[in-house]
């Protein structure tokens, strides 16, 4: 059974950085495309960035140059590199992993995923 684990979330100031892990157990990245999702208070979850199991990396337009999804394999581990962040990144941050395995690319749509972690608050506040 998948498992899967946020850390690294916090305080940061406006202008900030924010790495954020998400670790894999159950089954290697291989096979697994992960996607990083987010929910401020009174909003719907959104879709940030997806990492597919072939290593294609997918973003949201808000976050397209400030954010990078990237894989360390052998840690089995997904991060979320988030530079220069504005209040409006405020949420909590959960990974999940696709449904479907060895996908070329993906796409963050909530309902495409099946496996959730507990999510990470991100609070960029000065």
């Known amino acids: 059974q998948l498992r899967l684990v946020e850390s690294g979330g916090g305080l940061v100031q406006p202008g900030g950085s924010l790495r954020l892990s998400c670790a894999v157990s159950?089954?290697?990245?291989?096979?697994?495309?992960i996607a990083w999702f987010r929910q401020a208070p009174g909003k719907e979850r959104e879709g940030v960035s997806c990492?597919?199991?072939?290593?294609?990396?997918n973003y949201v337009d808000s976050v397209k140059g400030r954010f990078t999804i990237s894989r360390d394999r052998a840690k089995n581990t997904v991060y979320l590199e988030m530079n220069s962040l504005k209040p409006e990144d405020t949420a909590l941050y959960y990974c999940?992993?696709?449904?479907?395995?060895?996908?070329?690319?993906?796409?963050?749509?909530?309902?495409?995923?099946?496996?959730w972690g507990q999510g990470t608050q991100v609070t960029v506040s000065s």
């Open positions: 999940a992993a696709h449904r479907l395995l060895l996908l070329r690319s993906c796409v963050p749509t909530a309902a495409d995923f099946g496996s």
């Open positions: 990492i597919s199991s072939s290593g294609s990396t």
């Open positions: 159950g089954r290697t990245l291989d096979y697994l495309s």
